[in-house]
């Protein structure tokens, strides 16, 4: 859906705005992963849900299709808004401020526009899906829990945007470990060896009895896709603002001989910009921008 409105310019000022809300699909691009449609032979005694008609090898299903591959498409913006508008300076002769100020003063501050363009857009991520063990509800907390990373022996503010695996050795843990989480956090997909000081703890691997009885440990991997019930999961991360702005003027040497002189910023507020959370630990740090920072260019034309 889009919806437009616009002030046609008029006294100095003129803008349009557009808002765009989008639920795509993952489509397009994508070949190399979403025209594959995995047989139902190679997934595990149980894995696919009970009653699901899956077709045949050589006609699947769509139940069967859309069960491994549906799911938003996370590179094409949930809410995203533009706009762009031209603004008179007040200054100068015909303007509010300075009407009556002389040719020289008016030729050095007067007659001056400002044009600009900017965006609010959203973003999404799916959330990881390589545990097999407890599941619970996901809580999106978005900016609301600060927390303090220390795991990497170096500590970084951040968010715990939305509950994330984080193993119980870390969890408000004195030395490497995470603080500030939630006394009643709990992960929305744990591993299966979730025990600290267990063997095999925080990983997925499991004991195998073969044919001929020997014990082997295998990580658990019941099937490709689907099976994990997270496999779809998209979540909202922050929203994003930037602006560019230009000042420009034209100066009128003589009928035939004009200069232009132009002051470009882009990201002219220098806004950083938020990037996603981590998708499996749900931890959103800010070592990482999501824009560029602002730069500035000086532009002069000459027309004759």
């Known amino acids: 859906m889009q919806f437009n409105y616009q002030r046609p310019y008029r006294r100095g000022f003129g803008y349009q705005i557009f808002y765009v809300y989008s639920r795509a699909f993952r489509v397009g ?31 699947p299903s769509r139940e069967f299709n859309r069960w491994q591959n549906y799911r938003a498409d996370t590179a094409i913006p949930l809410h995203r808004v533009s706009f762009n508008g031209l603004a008179d300076v007040p200054l100068g002769k015909g303007r509010r401020f300075m009407k009556n100020s002389n040719r020289f003063l008016d030729a050095l501050v007067g007659g001056y526009q ?35 990373d220390c795991r990497s022996g170096v500590c970084r503010q951040g968010n715990l945007w939305f509950n994330g695996y984080l193993p119980p050795t870390v969890i408000n843990a004195a030395t490497r470990g995470v603080n500030g989480v939630p006394s009643d956090y709990t992960p929305y997909l744990a591993p299966i060896n979730n025990t600290p000081g267990v063997t095999n703890f925080g990983n997925n691997n499991v004991v195998m009895t073969l044919a001929n009885g020997q014990q082997v440990t295998t990580p658990f991997s019941p099937g490709p896709a689907g099976v994990q019930p997270y496999n779809a999961m998209v979540l909202q991360g922050p929203k994003n603002f930037q602006s560019d702005v230009s000042l420009y003027k034209e100066f009128a040497i003589k009928e035939r001989y004009k200069l232009r002189f132009n002051v470009d910023a882009f990201n002219a507020f220098n806004i950083q910009g938020l990037v996603n959370p981590n998708a499996s630990d749900g931890i959103q740090l800010r070592q990482t921008s999501y824009w560029t920072p602002r730069q500035v260019q000086f532009t002069g034309r000459f027309t004759f």
């Not at 025209?35 to 006609?59: H, R, S």
């Not at 600009?116 to 609301?144: C, R």
């Open 114 to 148: 400002v044009a600009f363009v900017g965006t609010v857009v959203s973003q999404s991520f799916q959330v990881a899906n390589s545990n097999y063990g407890a599941t619970s509800p996901i809580q999106l907390y978005k900016d609301k829990v600060p927390v303090t």
């Open 29 to 59: 691009g994508n070949t190399f992963r979403d025209n594959v449609l995995y047989p139902a032979e190679i997934y595990a005694p149980g894995a696919i849900p009970k009653g699901m008609d899956v077709g045949t090898q050589f006609k």
